[in-house]
């Protein structure tokens, strides 16, 4: 089975920073990704399908780029809302795997 | 508005089965694949099964497979994960998750609030 990696686990930094998430897949994947933010307490929420598209209604701070193992995940401006674990998952096929998740924190 | 609610969560002994529901609500049913996700506590997202709308197509993760049953009422939009053999490890949150096609085997776009699953004795 493929295996998700994303990194860092977990990262501090101030409000209007550029933050990048990184998701490594162990083997190609095309654009069959998708990025998820979930905040404390609350549901997963979709933010980004075919590693690159953003879901209607996230604002455009967000945005994805990669394809085949490596992928990333870039917020332009960090906002306090954005204190999140913001989740990877691969689904060019069963298992439909998630990456271990990094926690974004405002230093 | 889509909407999803799950139920069917509680506290199991070990080696018990639960069957958790997923009522869906806003949009054509059938027309859709949905999974169901679980977060065990403090963890991360892991995926657990999905079924296509035409419950033609079903998935499993390795860790439940031949212990859940996923299955869908199209009649009463409502997806189902029947839960044999549970297991400590299988205490979790459940998300039920609809996917953007009929075709089983994508990202969820839309989640249920989720039902808490606690297997100990």
């Known amino acids: 089975d493929i295996q998700m990696t994303q990194s860092p686990s977990s990262l501090s930094a101030s409000v209007g920073d550029r933050v990048t998430i990184t998701c490594r897949a162990s083997?190609?994947?095309?654009?069959?990704l998708a990025w998820y933010q979930q905040k404390p307490g609350k549901v997963p929420k979709l933010l980004i399908y075919?590693?690159?598209t953003l879901q209607s209604g996230v604002p455009s701070r967000f945005s994805g780029s990669g394809s085949g193992t490596d992928f990333t995940l870039t917020i332009s401006s960090l906002q306090p809302e954005d204190v999140a674990t913001y989740y990877c998952q691969k689904y060019n096929s069963a298992p439909l795997t998630f990456g271990g998740g990094t926690k974004v924190e405002i230093k | 508005e889509v909407q999803l609610l799950e139920s069917g969560g509680g506290l199991v002994q070990p080696g018990g089965s639960l069957r958790l529901s997923c009522a869906a609500s806003g949009l054509t049913f059938r027309n859709y694949a949905m999974s169901w996700v679980r977060q065990a506590p403090g963890k991360g997202l892991e995926w657990v099964s999905s079924i296509s709308g035409s419950a033609a197509n079903i998935y499993y993760a390795d860790s439940v497979k031949g212990r859940f049953t996923i299955s869908r009422d199209n009649s009463k939009n409502t997806l189902y994960l029947e839960m044999n053999s549970l297991r400590p490890e299988d205490t979790a949150v459940y998300y039920c998750g609809k996917e953007p096609r009929q075709s089983s085997g994508w990202y969820s776009d839309y989640w249920g609030q989720g039902t808490l699953v606690t297997v100990s004795s």
């Open positions: 075919a590693a690159s």
């Open positions: 083997q190609g994947i095309n654009n069959y």
